[in-house]
């Protein structure tokens, strides 16, 4: 069943950042533009998550949070509160409130879904082909070969969802015989720490499953990440063809 | 009230708007140190909010309308043919003024000088010009972001 997350916020331009920030995961995602709004929607869906803004005109977002927690069937909603000022006083404000976390706003949709994730389970969205589907977008066998190709663009549900597929897999390659895997970053122009985390999560499933473990991509590519020190070591190969051949 | 003379205020205020072009537009910006000639002229978006408390104020942004058309896009993850008309730039560019002015506020309660932040207010046309007068302080900045500008100009008083 989907995630129900509310966001409360008289902008339009913070809930469609919120809803971005989301997209990618199995969220049925619901929006209200102050409190008064807020707290009757939040009675009648039972959101697993609130993200609310605290300057809104008719009901600000400290009083919908006031109202939430007096009400004995809402109070335990997990609240993130999103705010424009990081003074310290504002910051112990929102603290003595009892909310789960808070976001200063500018704020980048990543990071809102850390916070998110430190509350409840984040899945990425069916659509996306989690489960066997999903194996098969990620997996390909090429002979003895298991190669994980990568999309071209790599962020945090990407990573999430390898890594969900990953334990089965490995399982079933050990199980099989498959000792070599070799990570496909052909559609990768350049990285970000999301690919980096990718790389490192591959890199040590395969050294505590006794894979043998190459990375391809273009050469550019593999220049960059010799620059970070979580991948300056990983053997990089300009080629699939390369790095069968130096697993031979 | 020493800190306000010595540009502070302008490095808050260039710092707050630097942090929103970084982190909600992924837009590179910089400083640049002259208002061109002619950036007030023609079509132009100036959003602002307003400080009232211990001390009293305003920020503004100013940027023209292809270029707050483009915030959008950044912002929203839209194409310019999705945009459908001037609501969603409006929207976004007084976010990004909120956004700004709640960074100098934060500041400005730090230095214990406690203020509200107002709501958002959006003035758009062409060939205007916002005349304030009677502030203690007066700082602004112009930022470059590839061929577009931006300006960010703070005004405050104390009580």
Redesign the interface.
């Known amino acids: 069943m989907s995630l129900k997350v509310l966001t409360v916020d008289?902008?339009?331009?913070?809930r469609?950042?919120v809803k971005?920030a989301f997209k990618d995961y199995d969220v049925e995602l619901h929006e209200a533009e102050n409190g008064v709004e807020g707290l009757a929607l939040a009675s009648k869906i039972k959101p697993d998550l609130i993200v609310l803004d605290i300057?809104m005109?008719v009901m600000n977002g400290i009083e919908m949070l006031e109202k939430l927690k007096a009400e004995a069937s809402l109070k335990d909603i997990p609240v993130i509160m999103l705010?424009?000022?990081?003074?310290?006083?504002?910051v112990m404000k929102i603290v003595k409130m009892g909310v789960n976390d808070y976001m200063?706003?500018?704020?980048?949709g990543d990071q809102l879904i850390e916070r998110v994730e430190k509350i409840v389970k984040l899945q990425p969205s069916s659509g996306d082909g989690a489960g066997e589907g999903g194996a098969a977008k990620y997996f390909a066998l090429d002979q003895d070969v298991q190669l994980l190709n990568v999309p071209d663009k790599v962020g945090r549900p990407v990573v999430v969802e390898i890594e969900n597929l990953l334990a089965a897999k490995m399982k079933e390659m050990v199980g099989a015989g498959v000792k070599k895997l070799i990570l496909n970053l052909g559609k990768n122009s350049q990285t970000n720490m999301s690919l980096i985390k990718l790389i490192v999560l591959v890199a040590q499933r395969c050294q505590s499953s006794g894979v043998s473990f190459r990375v391809t991509g273009q050469q550019s590519l593999g220049d960059e990440l010799k620059g970070f020190q979580e991948t300056s070591a990983i053997p990089f190969d300009a080629s699939i063809d390369q790095a069968k051949a130096a697993m031979a | 009230m020493t800190d306000f003379d010595d540009g502070k205020l302008k490095d808050v205020a260039l710092r707050a708007a630097l942090d929103v072009f970084d982190t909600m537009l992924s837009m590179d910006a910089r400083e640049t140190k002259k208002v061109p000639e002619g950036f007030f002229n023609g079509s132009k978006i100036v959003g602002s909010v307003s400080f009232t408390g211990d001390v009293m104020g305003c920020s503004r942004i100013y940027v023209n309308h292809d270029f707050a058309k483009e915030m959008t896009c950044a912002m929203l993850g839209m194409e310019p043919d999705e945009i459908e008309g001037d609501e969603e730039i409006h929207d976004v560019i007084g976010e990004v003024s909120n956004m700004i002015g709640g960074g100098v506020k934060s500041h400005l309660c730090d230095m214990g000088f406690p203020c509200q932040l107002s709501i958002p207010n959006i003035t758009s046309g062409t060939n205007f010009t916002i005349e304030t007068r009677q502030w203690a302080w007066h700082e602004h900045c112009c930022l470059q972001c590839a061929q577009h500008l931006a300006m960010v100009e703070i005004f405050l008083k104390t009580k």
């Open positions: 008289d902008s339009k331009t913070i469609m950042v971005r300057t005109p705010t424009a000022e990081s003074g310290k006083d504002n200063v706003k500018p704020f980048k």
